[in-house]
């Protein structure tokens, strides 16, 4: 038998539930694992160090535990990725190594629309993921990490530069489809619903909402119905605004909508911001450079 052949999904779970109650240093240590590994572990719009998941998976599974000279980076993350979990490679630089087509591609040689329209592909099938898990949200950063490596088109820009136009067709494809928009699983790093949620809103529906974080919170608990989530309670559930977006925005006035932008336009009005990570969790670090996630 080998040495994972008892994990299912249902371990993998467990331990990242584990790693959230430790927290990151904590897990890593009490567990024997460093944080020099090659592979993160994508879930609920948060990553984890692939390896030390799946060791801890196996106890829970109820076997031994292991140490990571055991089992190899590269194996761990084949397993967890045949177990339906999303799988991304890092490199010493904080970028990601080779896409799920083999080879990366850039936007600019690809051309605006072919780019947009592979990443509102891959976008839709990153939130109906997503959609499947009551409560569940994906952060506009996380989105974009998603959707250029699953189509391995990439751009070196903010991902709020070009994520508007990429909402605007998911939310068009769900209007023409009688479903609830699964753009509003998306939100910002603050909790809020993406900044291009309101025109997305405004192209598909005719009218802006008058409180973006409300109409996205309405259209989540909708996205959970329709799609039958796991964990949604037996009366329906109740639309939750995301942890951090408490109350709604300041009032503004109202915009008459415009043509949005390709991606290319986007490119050109914003100059590249490189992200820094944290070492240990590989989550985007706020302007302080403490990790929220590891402090």
């Not at 430790?22 to 020099?36: I, K």
């Not at 959970?224 to 109350?247: I, K, M, N, Q, V």
Request: aromatic share 8%; charged share 20%; net charge negative.
């Amino acid at each position: 038998m080998g040495l994972f052949d008892t994990v299912g999904a249902a371990d993998v779970l467990s331990a990242i539930e584990e790693f959230g109650r430790l927290g990151a240093q904590e897990f890593l240590t009490r567990y024997g694992f460093s944080s020099d590994h090659d592979y993160v572990l994508w879930h609920d719009g948060r990553t984890y160090d692939a390896t030390a998941i799946l060791g801890v998976a196996r106890q829970f599974a109820g076997g031994s535990p292991v140490t990571p000279d055991q089992f190899s980076d590269f194996g761990a993350a084949k397993l967890l990725m045949e177990l339906g979990f999303y799988v991304t490679s890092t490199d010493p630089y904080g970028g990601f190594g080779s896409p799920a087509s083999g080879a990366w591609r850039e936007a600019a040689d690809v051309g605006d629309e072919a780019a947009a329209d592979a990443w509102a592909t891959a976008a839709r099938d990153v939130l109906l993921q997503a959609a499947h898990r009551y409560r569940a949200v994906v952060t506009e950063e996380d989105l974009a990490t998603q959707v250029m490596y699953r189509t391995g088109v990439r751009d070196d820009v903010p991902a709020a530069d070009w994520a508007a136009e990429v909402l605007r067709r998911v939310a068009a494809h769900c209007s023409s489809r009688g479903e609830p928009s699964l753009a509003s699983l998306c939100v910002t790093a603050a909790g809020r619903a993406a900044e291009g949620y309101a025109d997305a809103v405004t192209a598909t529906a005719g009218a802006r909402p008058a409180d973006s974080d409300e109409h996205a919170a309405q259209q989540r608990l909708a996205c959970y119905r329709h799609f039958h989530a796991t964990g949604l309670p037996a009366d329906g559930g109740t639309a939750t605004r995301t942890s951090r977006a408490a109350g709604p925005k300041a009032p503004r006035a109202p915009r008459a909508p415009k043509a949005p932008a390709t991606p290319r336009a986007a490119r050109a009005a914003a100059a590249a911001r490189p992200t820094l990570t944290c070492p240990t969790c590989f989550m985007a670090l706020p302007a302080t450079g403490i990790c929220d996630n590891c402090s």
